[in-house]
Nanobody, 126 residues
Framework: QLQLDESGGGLVQAGGSLRLSCLAS????????MGWFRQTPGKEREFVAA?????????YYADSVKGRFTISRDNAKNTVYLQMNSLKPEDTAVYYC??????????????????WGQGTQVTVSS
């Protein structure tokens, strides 16, 4: 079992930065791949970034955020981060943290994630 708790969302101007954190409670965090997804009203949840289970591991990004967002993890702190720079109004969404506990390999496939947080709102004003 994993419980995921996101924080760090808020209101920021275009061009600004935010860092999201996702604190996991549970014994399987260290072997789980972690992902960030986002969703806006009326749209499907979409992949943002993912990282495999080991620190310094392989990462995977959506084309829309590549070069602007960075995912990282600290297994000693049971935390995964999403550093978001050069934010754009189209980045406005609820951001969700998710865990994939079967293979531990970063994946953009939403159906492979079996634990989800409640989400944190990110609003980017123009």
């Amino acid at each position: 079992q994993l419980q995921l708790d996101e924080s760090g969302g808020g209101l920021v101007q275009a061009g600004g930065s935010l860092r999201l954190s996702c604190l996991a409670s549970g014994r399987t965090f260290g072997s789980a791949a972690m992902g960030w997804f986002r969703q806006t009203p009326g749209k499907e949840r979409e992949f943002v970034a993912a990282i495999s289970w080991w620190s310094g591991s392989s990462t995977y990004y959506a084309d829309s955020v590549k070069g602007r967002f960075t995912i990282s993890r600290d297994n000693a702190k049971n935390t995964v981060y999403l550093q978001m720079n050069s934010l754009k109004p189209e980045d406005t969404a609820v951001y969700y943290c998710a865990a994939e506990t079967n293979r531990g390999i970063a994946t953009p496939q939403i159906h492979e994630y079996d634990y989800w947080g409640q989400g944190t709102q990110v609003t980017v004003s123009s």
